[in-house]
């Protein structure tokens, strides 16, 4: 399959036009959306979503990874990334550090095919977008010369850490923080203002209105409030930084 992972938001022209690439060169591959509202302009926050949803993802996926506010310039180089057995196709502009941090096996390429037409800032649709479609469709993409040129020496092969800092915030109000949760399971988050939130395993374990952090499906830490929003009450924002105690 296709995983689209984007800033694009889902109104406005933008995923359509990527969406109609890969129907035209990748007809028979299913794309789902992951996610279009990543945090905008923010490949660093970005990194940590891509790659919590990224180990749910089977072998052989696709993903179209989009966060590029260096669109156009030579600040970053169009690349693939094969991470246990996933290939991601976008910006290398540090989007797929955590990625290819936590994976077992990786490898990156730079992407040195071009289109005969390429936008200056769309190369979502005009560059990645053909790549991924191509890549979809091959049985052995490491077989193929339009993989480009190998980066052995770009690989990243330590993991980068924890972000402690906000880095999502969903449709309720809960405020994601770049943290995984499996290396906590007590302790303390600490806002700015010094108020400090407890731990919870769901949201009836508190009562209705009070704040707790627990792990979420992603295993990623998460600031939440039990039938209330986080985001509101604690003026949290994408970038806000949070620790750990």
């Given at each position: 399959m296709i995983g689209l992972f984007?800033?694009?938001?889902?109104?406005?022209?933008?995923?359509?036009?990527?969406?109609?690439?890969?129907?035209?060169?990748?007809?028979?591959?299913?794309?789902?959306?992951?996610?279009?509202?990543?945090?905008?302009f923010s490949p660093h926050a970005s990194a940590h979503l891509l790659a919590a949803l990224g180990?749910?993802?089977?072998?052989?996926?696709?993903?179209?990874?989009?966060?590029?506010?260096?669109?156009?310039?030579?600040?970053?180089?169009?690349v693939i990334v094969c991470a246990d057995d996933r290939w991601y196709v976008g910006p290398g502009n540090g989007l797929f550090d955590v990625v290819m941090g936590r994976s077992l096996t990786a490898a990156l390429w730079r992407i040195t095919w071009r289109?005969?037409?390429?936008?200056?800032?769309?190369?979502?649709?005009d560059?990645?977008?053909?790549?991924?479609?191509?890549?979809?469709?091959?049985?052995?993409p490491r077989s193929e010369e339009f993989l480009?040129?190998?980066?052995d020496e770009a690989v990243v092969t330590k993991d980068p850490g924890d972000l402690?800092?906000?880095?999502y915030i969903d449709h309720y109000g809960n405020a994601m923080m770049g943290i995984c949760g499996t290396?906590?399971?007590?302790?303390?988050?600490?806002?700015?203002?010094?108020?400090?939130?407890?731990?919870?395993?769901?949201?009836?374990?508190?009562?209705?209105?009070?704040?707790?952090?627990?792990?979420?499906s992603l295993g990623l830490i998460e600031i939440a409030v039990n039938q209330g929003c986080a985001a509101e009450l604690f003026k949290l924002d994408v970038g806000v930084p949070i620790k750990f105690i």
């Open positions: 984007t800033d694009f938001g889902i109104l406005g022209p933008y995923l359509g036009q990527v969406r109609i690439v890969l129907q035209q060169q990748a007809p028979n591959i299913p794309v789902v959306n992951l996610m279009a509202d990543a945090p905008r180990q749910h993802l089977p072998p052989g996926t696709v993903v179209f990874a989009v966060v590029d506010p260096g669109v156009g310039s030579s600040d970053r180089e169009p289109p005969p037409s390429l936008s200056a800032t769309f190369h979502g649709r560059l990645f977008a053909p790549v991924v479609a191509k890549l979809a469709r091959v049985e052995n480009g040129q190998r980066w402690e800092e906000i880095i290396k906590f399971r007590r302790g303390h988050v600490q806002l700015l203002n010094g108020d400090l939130i407890s731990a919870a395993q769901t949201f009836s374990d508190v009562d209705m209105g009070d704040a707790f952090w627990y792990v979420n």
